[in-house]
């Protein structure tokens, strides 16, 4: 069974500092991972995805991730951040089959200190 | 153009009444589903739909049922609501596979009191 755990359910940066949101996934095949945001009373996004190829992956709003096989994780990174990046985050995981579905982490809350 | 719409956004309803959210996708995609996403945030799978077919049904209170009258469109009809189902309930679309990943519908927050 495919499943996804996010390290800190709240984490702090301040506005201009680098953003690292952690994210290690379990799967028995070839994962296809995601990252989405959540703003308040807000729909989720896509903020990019690894399906296949390059592991260094690049999304909306500056973000990006690597995919790194070996340690299992997908770690999100941003080099400086935003007040508008203040948001719910989720890694998420899923593969390639016509019945299955995406499963989420818990969520990390940005919050950014002025 | 909103490409997953959901409607209605909030929903506030007494114990024991019946209610329905729709949700209509102009993507064209291929496949549609239903989460419950509860108080902490947590989302969980609750049906899936690929071109009317029902695929994924995990374990949902029978209160629960879903509809696809075509592929655009996936409803969700909730039977004796209880305090226990109050969450934002989100309606997302993937093209074919979840491995596309999904757009999602602005969510329907539903209270019951």
């Known amino acids: 069974a495919q499943s996804v755990t996010q390290l800190g359910s709240h984490v702090s940066v301040s506005e201009g500092a680098l953003v690292l949101l952690r994210c290690n996934y379990s799967s028995s095949v070839p994962p296809y991972l995601f990252w989405y945001v959540q703003y308040p009373n807000q729909g989720l996004q896509l903020l990019l995805k690894y399906t296949t190829g390059a592991t260094l992956v690049k999304g909306i709003n500056g973000f990006e991730a690597e995919f790194k096989k070996s340690e299992t994780s997908f770690h999100l990174t941003k080099p400086s951040a935003h007040m508008s990046d203040a948001a719910e985050y989720f890694c998420a995981v899923t593969q390639m089959n016509r019945d299955d579905k995406i499963i989420f982490g818990k969520g990390t809350r940005l919050h950014i200190l002025p | 153009d909103t490409a997953v719409s959901q409607t209605p956004k909030y929903l506030v309803t007494q114990m024991g009444n019946d209610k329905s959210i729709k949700c209509e996708q102009n993507?064209?995609?291929?496949?549609m589903y239903w989460y419950k996403q509860d108080s902490k945030k947590f989302l969980k799978i609750m049906f899936s739909?690929?071109?009317?077919?029902?695929?994924i049904n995990e374990t949902v209170p029978n209160r629960f049922s879903p509809k696809s009258p075509d592929k655009a469109h996936l409803n969700l009809h909730i039977n004796s609501l209880e305090l226990g189902d109050s969450a934002v309930y989100f309606c997302a679309s993937s093209q074919w596979t979840a491995s596309y990943g999904y757009t999602f519908g602005s969510g329907t927050r539903l209270t019951v009191v």
């Open positions: 993507l064209g995609h291929d496949t």
């Open positions: 739909y690929n071109n009317k077919e029902l695929i």
